[in-house]
């Protein structure tokens, strides 16, 4: 099986298969159109997460008033290359059992804090 490109979404340069990011412009790589594989949620989510944001013990960042919002957070600070976790209020990570009410805390590495309270930051738009 042939190595997949991947190209730059933003100056469509080729980049070898191994790469994340464009060396040009710092954008993430996607596969080119022609015969790409598949990629699971997953790996694309994975794909998101910006290296230097994953370093360090995990720090609470923000808290959701329950599973959806907590969720959404979550999905706001992986837009920025921050990773997360959820955690539900009563101590437990989120798996199975874990139940759909009630708070959450929104946990990220230490080293992506700062950018998500950046992120999360609530801007008053101008008038």
């Not at 042939?2 to 340069?13: F, G, H, K, N, V």
């Amino acid at each position: 099986m042939e190595a997949q490109e991947l190209i730059c979404p933003a100056c469509s340069r080729v980049h070898a298969p191994d790469e994340r990011f464009c060396a040009s412009c710092g954008m993430p790589l996607v596969h080119s159109e022609k015969g790409s594989p598949r990629t699971s949620e997953r790996q694309r989510r994975a794909r998101k997460i910006k290296p230097q944001y994953t370093e360090g013990q995990l720090v609470k960042v923000a808290r959701g008033a329950n599973r959806s919002e907590a969720e959404f957070i979550g999905n706001l600070l992986l837009e920025e290359g921050v990773p997360s976790m959820l955690r539900s209020s009563f101590g437990a990570p989120i798996g199975a059992y874990a139940p759909e009410v009630g708070a959450y805390d929104v946990l990220v590495p230490a080293s992506g804090a700062e950018a998500a309270r950046e992120a999360l930051a609530y801007q008053q738009p101008a008038p």
